[in-house]
C-alpha cells in the first residue's frame, strides 16, 4: 500500500481504554481506588475515587463536549458505541489501511494530576503499560 500519511499525534484516550484495565491489572491493594467504569443514567462513564470523569466507550453525540466537534469514526460512518476501534488492532489496522495511514505514534491521552486517593502513578501507568504491549500488532 502507498501511504499518504503517516500519523505522529494519535491519542488514546480514556473513551477507547478497556473498561476493566486497572481493575484487572492494578495491585489488589490499590483496585478499590483505581480508575473503573461504572453505567450511570447518561451511559457508562470513567469513576475514579467519587469524581466522575470521561464518558466511556465512543458514544455518539459527545461533540457538545468537544466544541461541536466529532470524532472522526462518527464523521467516517463507522462509530459503534461500546465498539473500541481505536485501541482494538484488527479493526484500527483495517482503519488505517481505508484511510491510507501507515506508522502511527501513539500516546495516552489520560490525564496528568489524580483526584486524592487514587493508586499512585507506578502501579497505574505499569498496568496501562502492560495492557497496551499486548496490543501491538
Not at 114 to 127: A, D, H, K, L, V
Amino acid at each position: 500500500m502507498n501511504y499518504r500519511i503517516i500519523s505522529a499525534d494519535d491519542h488514546i484516550d480514556m473513551q477507547w481504554l478497556p473498561r476493566d484495565l486497572w481493575q484487572k491489572r492494578v495491585p489488589a491493594a490499590w483496585r478499590a481506588r483505581a480508575p473503573r467504569v461504572v453505567e450511570t443514567d447518561a451511559g457508562p462513564y470513567w469513576v475514579c475515587g467519587e469524581e466522575r470523569g470521561d464518558p466511556w466507550g465512543g458514544r455518539k453525540g459527545v461533540a457538545g463536549s468537544m466544541g461541536g466537534r466529532r470524532l472522526a469514526l462518527e464523521k467516517g460512518g463507522v462509530l459503534e458505541p461500546g465498539v473500541l476501534r481505536p485501541t482494538t488492532t484488527a479493526l484500527r489496522l483495517a482503519d488505517m489501511d481505508r484511510d491510507g495511514v501507515g506508522e502511527p505514534s501513539c500516546r495516552s491521552g489520560t490525564r496528568r494530576g489524580s483526584p486524592s486517593g487514587t493508586p499512585p502513578r507506578r502501579p497505574g501507568c505499569r498496568s496501562a503499560s502492560i495492557w497496551a504491549a499486548g496490543c501491538a500488532p
